[in-house]
């Protein structure tokens, strides 16, 4: 039963556009008719059915799409440079769906500043706060989400010393992976390398 949720939040995900992996384990327990609490799989069990969906049902255009997102991930990297952008979520595991975003995480002293730096260039945007478990500890991020590129992102903003600990999402979870521009750029090149030979 948890596979079989598994894959229908994978195809919820990759078809409706959802990425919020626990709405969409809840949406397929409900379509397999299965109680929401016993039977959910875990985010990764999710993250891996979706990628194999993808593979499957969309091969030809995934790899191009997770290079396009990559590429406009890394410009929005290079414009926020000082606040040491690391890229992390669907864009940087290969699993991002039509619908994906930019996920970024910020490392900065002062995380105000990412709101006059937007301001200072006319980048509209909006924040809410998130729930992430930096560490041993629950903490309130805020999280912008702005349109700058031709993809929009969500972009959280931790502090500088944060950089050290392993970031969740929620308290069980993995800690998130997260790439700094040169290795992106890597994901990049090794992806030429691989459709050259």
Same mark, same amino acid.
């Given at each position: @039963?948890?596979?079989?949720?598994?894959?229908?939040?994978?195809?919820? @995900?990759?078809?409706? /556009?959802?990425?919020?992996?626990?709405?969409?384990?809840?949406?397929?327990? *409900?379509?397999? /008719? &299965?109680?929401?609490?016993?039977?959910?799989?875990?985010?990764?069990?999710?993250? %891996?059915?979706?990628? =194999?969906?993808?593979?499957?049902?969309?091969?030809?255009?995934?790899?191009?799409?997770?290079?396009?997102?990559?590429?406009?991930?890394? =410009?929005?990297?290079? @414009?926020?440079?000082?606040?040491?952008?690391?890229?992390?979520?669907?864009?940087?595991?290969?699993?991002?769906?039509?619908?994906?975003?930019?996920?970024?995480?910020?490392?900065?002293?002062?995380?105000?500043?990412?709101?006059?730096?937007?301001?200072?260039?006319?980048?509209?945007?909006?924040?809410?706060?998130?729930?992430?478990?930096? /560490? %041993?500890?629950?903490?309130?991020?805020?999280?912008? =989400?702005?349109?700058? &590129?031709?993809?929009?992102?969500?972009? &959280?903003?931790?502090?500088?010393?944060?950089? *050290?600990?392993?970031?969740?999402?929620?308290?069980?979870?993995?800690? @998130? =992976?997260?790439?700094?521009?040169? %290795?992106?750029?890597?994901?990049?090149? &090794?992806?030429?390398?691989?459709?050259?030979?």
């Amino acid at each position: @039963m948890r596979l079989r949720i598994a894959q229908l939040a994978a195809r919820i @995900m990759a078809e409706d /556009g959802i990425d919020d992996v626990g709405l969409a384990k809840r949406k397929a327990a *409900r379509q397999a /008719g &299965a109680p929401e609490t016993r039977n959910l799989p875990d985010n990764d069990q999710v993250e %891996s059915a979706l990628r =194999e969906y993808l593979q499957i049902y969309r091969a030809d255009e995934q790899d191009e799409r997770i290079d396009r997102l990559r590429r406009d991930a890394l =410009e929005l990297m290079a @414009m926020l440079e000082q606040f040491d952008p690391h890229l992390v979520g669907p864009v940087l595991s290969g699993s991002a769906s039509k619908h994906a975003e930019i996920d970024l995480q910020l490392f900065t002293d002062n995380p105000k500043d990412l709101a006059l730096f937007l301001i200072n260039r006319d980048i509209e945007f909006s924040t809410r706060e998130s729930r992430f478990w930096v /560490g %041993s500890g629950a903490r309130s991020v805020s999280v912008y =989400e702005i349109d700058a &590129a031709t993809v929009p992102a969500r972009i &959280a903003v931790f502090a500088a010393r944060d950089i *050290r600990h392993p970031i969740r999402t929620t308290q069980e979870g993995r800690p @998130m =992976e997260r790439a700094r521009a040169a %290795s992106v750029q890597q994901l990049l090149d &090794a992806t030429k390398h691989d459709d050259a030979v």
